[in-house]
């Protein structure tokens, strides 16, 4: 009965919030899927009523946890469109932020791909060298065979950097996994996550972009993921003038390009992909093979 009227006065509280929205902007929604302005009573036949909102039945449902809820915005035009709302999963959305957990993801994606050049000589690369530098006895010095000798002066280089030499590791599978979690919880926890419905942009100008971006208050570095890798011609030829607005496809969503671009841009479809992966591999029953060490196949 608690349980109920809680939901219930949440549902009033946002449909108050709406409410209180759509008439500060001069408009409210109708029965008849008409759009009508509140100011002067005219209506628009060819918008159809937008869902405040959306229902969404969750994968392994949150049993001592209440789903978190994001707003669905638009892109076809500068002015930001509240399209609806949907309720996301807290196992993925919103987990324990794990700094620790972050600076390993974030430590291993810097390290697999560097290798050092770094390289130094032997004894047998250096230069000269070739003859015994004074006899072995009858001098009343020490025994040498080679003025190259790492213990002479411009000989050769014991345990020094030989190149090249990768730095490459595989991280844990569930430091990878709860990664992902803590970066996309930290960006949700921070309004810094936005889902939208598509990502298709009515221009290919790039000044479209920077206007939407200044008009909704979105950071200067924004990241925007779908679930395809064909991206839209629009925001595509947008995107290709600045290096801080980029594009990428789910499958290639890591917790490096989330935590260097400001601002999250999820597409409705990219983010249930991400969910449902996540959640199955929270919940996969093979999960003993998967956390067993790494190995590269020869």
Same mark, same amino acid.
């Given at each position: 009965m608690l349980s109920k009227i809680t939901s219930n006065s949440s549902l009033l509280f946002v449909r108050r919030i709406v409410l209180t929205k759509l008439l500060h902007t001069g408009s409210a929604v109708k029965n008849d899927n008409t759009l009508v302005d509140v100011q002067n009573g005219t209506s628009f036949e060819n918008r159809p009523s937008i869902p405040i909102l959306t229902s969404r039945k969750l994968d392994f449902p949150p049993k001592f946890r209440s789903p978190r809820q994001v707003w669905i915005s638009n892109l076809d035009a500068v002015e930001e469109e509240k399209l609806g709302m949907i309720n996301i999963h807290p196992d993925v959305f919103a987990s324990l932020p794990r700094v620790d957990v972050l600076h390993e993801n974030i430590r291993w994606q810097q390290l697999y791909r560097h290798v050092s050049y770094a390289n130094t000589k /032997?004894?047998?690369? /250096? @230069?000269? !060298? #070739?003859?015994?530098? @004074?006899?072995?006895?009858?001098?009343?010095? *020490? @025994? %040498? #065979? *080679? =003025?190259?000798?790492? =213990?002479?002066?411009?000989? !050769?280089? /014991? %345990?020094? +950097?030989? *190149? +090249?030499?990768?730095? &490459?590791?595989?991280? #844990? &599978?569930? $430091?990878?996994?709860?990664?992902?979690r803590a970066a996309l919880s930290v960006k949700l926890a921070q309004d810094d996550l936005h889902v939208v419905d598509s990502l298709e942009v009515p221009s290919d100008n790039p000044s479209f972009l920077e206007d939407l971006v200044e008009e909704r208050g979105w950071g200067p570095s924004v990241l925007f993921v779908d679930d395809n890798d064909l991206m839209p011609f629009n925001i595509t030829a947008a995107t290709e003038a600045y290096g801080h607005f980029n594009l990428m496809p789910v499958y290639g969503l890591n917790v490096y390009s989330m935590l260097k671009h400001q601002t999250l841009v999820l597409t409705l479809a990219a983010l249930e992909r991400i969910e449902e992966r996540i959640? &199955? %591999?929270? %919940?996969?029953?093979? $999960?003993?093979? =998967?956390?067993?060490? &790494?190995?590269?196949?020869h």
């Open positions: /032997v004894k047998h690369e /250096v @230069r000269g !060298g #070739g003859r015994k530098p @004074r006899p072995q006895k009858g001098m009343g010095r *020490s @025994r %040498h #065979g *080679s =003025i190259r000798s790492p =213990i002479w002066k411009g000989g !050769g280089i /014991v %345990h020094g +950097p030989r *190149s +090249p030499t990768p730095y &490459f590791y595989m991280l #844990g &599978f569930d $430091a990878r996994l709860n990664g992902l959640l &199955f %591999h929270l %919940h996969r029953n093979d $999960a003993m093979e =998967i956390r067993q060490k &790494f190995k590269l196949d």
